[in-house]
T-cell receptor
Framework: DQQVKQNSPSLSVQEGRISILNCDYT??????FLWYKKYPAEGPTFLIS?????DKNEDGRFTVFLNKSAKHLSLHIVPSQPGDSAVYFCAAGGNYGQNFVFGPGTRLSVLP | ETGVTQTPRHLVMGMTNKKSLKCEQH?????MYWYKQSAKKPLELMFVYNFKEQTENNSVPSRFSPECPNSSHLFLHLHTLQPEDSALYLC?????????????FGPGTRLTVL
């Protein structure tokens, strides 16, 4: 049973619009969450994180929202750019810090 | 070189071969990790090393043997692999000084077992 789910395998968005990528988790012990972006033939690149003491974290065009009661987080990209086209992974971990559980990823395509 | 590097980037091996994957991090980190990513599956954590000591082994078969000679280098020795071991093997590193700990990944080694 997957502890971290990304139920949309793919998403297409027009350039300039908002991209919203969703992630759900089942383990209430998770309290630290990461988003990674992965281009083909490259390793995942860290994007943004959030701890459970916050419900929002922003870094430039990227904002992550956390709803602990719903065990749900989302990544918003505004405005979306063609270079954002990649696979996005969310990862969840507990306060021991290192044993992150990754979701299966969502492939984002930003159309010019 | 900066960040996390992995060699080779691609490897094809037979089931009776012995090969090794190498990872090097240039970030001054103290923790290093091996992950496996099979097609259409999430990343699976295999091993964690903190300050050269193995602290996590996620029920990985003994045909995978990690080695961490120092905090900057991590190896994964492979022997008598199976075709289902074909996957992308990713190395990562992090500060490793307790608390939650962002991991930085290398580009991966694409392994094909014939």
């Amino acid at each position: 049973d997957q502890q971290v789910k990304q139920n949309s395998p793919s998403l297409s968005v027009q350039e300039g619009r908002i991209s919203i990528l969703n992630c759900d988790y089942t383990n209430s012990m998770f309290d630290y969450f990461l988003w990674y972006k992965k281009y083909p033939a490259e390793g995942p690149t860290f994007l943004i994180s959030i701890s459970s003491i916050k419900d929002k974290n922003e870094d430039g065009r990227f904002t992550v929202f956390l709803n602990k009661s719903a065990k749900h987080l989302s990544l918003h990209i505004v405005p979306s750019q063609p270079g954002d086209s990649a696979v996005y992974f969310c990862a969840a971990g507990g306060n021991y810090g290192q044993n992150f559980v990754f979701g299966p990823g969502t492939r984002l395509s930003v159309l010019p | 070189e900066t960040g996390v590097t992995q060699t080779p980037r691609h490897l094809v091996m037979g089931m009776t071969n012995k090969k090794s994957l190498k990872c090097e991090q240039h970030l001054g980190h103290n923790a290093m990790y091996w992950y496996k990513q099979s097609a259409k599956k999430p990343l699976e954590l295999m091993f964690v090393y903190n300050f050269k000591e193995q602290t996590e082994n996620n029920s990985v078969p003994s045909r995978f043997s990690p080695e961490c000679p120092n905090s900057s280098h991590l190896f994964l020795h492979l022997h008598t692999l199976q075709p289902e071991d074909s996957a992308l093997y990713l190395c990562a590193s992090s500060q490793g000084e307790g608390g939650t700990d962002t991991q930085y990944f290398g580009p991966g080694t694409r392994l094909t077992v014939l």
